[in-house]
């Protein structure tokens, strides 16, 4: 049975304690939307071969880190509307 492979990035993603450098951060969102922008012309991708594994992987790891910050998002909101005041109707 194949083992599942969960996409990650190719640097370390920065903790809250650490900051990662812009010039890496801008890399890695560049490497994400090349891979996004390459999938919309979608003629002949061969994603076992050539720039197809590379291409997915960067799109693998632009759907986690999209999912990881919506998450994050709604984790603040959830603490925003238990720490708002009820209304009454």
């Given at each position: 049975m194949?083992t599942?492979?969960?996409?990650?990035?190719r640097?370390p993603?920065?903790?809250?304690?650490?900051?990662?450098?812009?010039?890496?951060?801008?890399?890695?969102t560049l490497?994400?939307?090349?891979?996004?922008?390459w999938?919309?012309?979608?003629?002949?991708?061969?994603?076992?071969?050539?720039?197809?594994?590379?291409?997915?992987?960067?799109?693998?790891?632009?759907?986690?880190?999209m999912?990881?910050?919506?998450g994050?998002?709604?984790?603040?909101?959830?603490?925003?509307?238990?720490?708002?005041?009820?209304?009454?109707g």
């Open positions: 194949a599942k492979t969960i996409a990650r990035p640097t993603v920065a903790s809250e304690e650490t900051t990662q450098d812009p010039a890496d951060l801008l890399e890695n490497s994400q939307l090349e891979a996004l922008l999938i919309c012309h979608g003629e002949d991708i061969d994603w076992c071969s050539g720039d197809g594994p590379r291409r997915l992987d960067n799109l693998l790891w632009l759907a986690a880190e999912a990881r910050k919506a994050e998002l709604f984790q603040m909101s959830e603490k925003a509307r238990r720490g708002a005041p009820e209304t009454g």
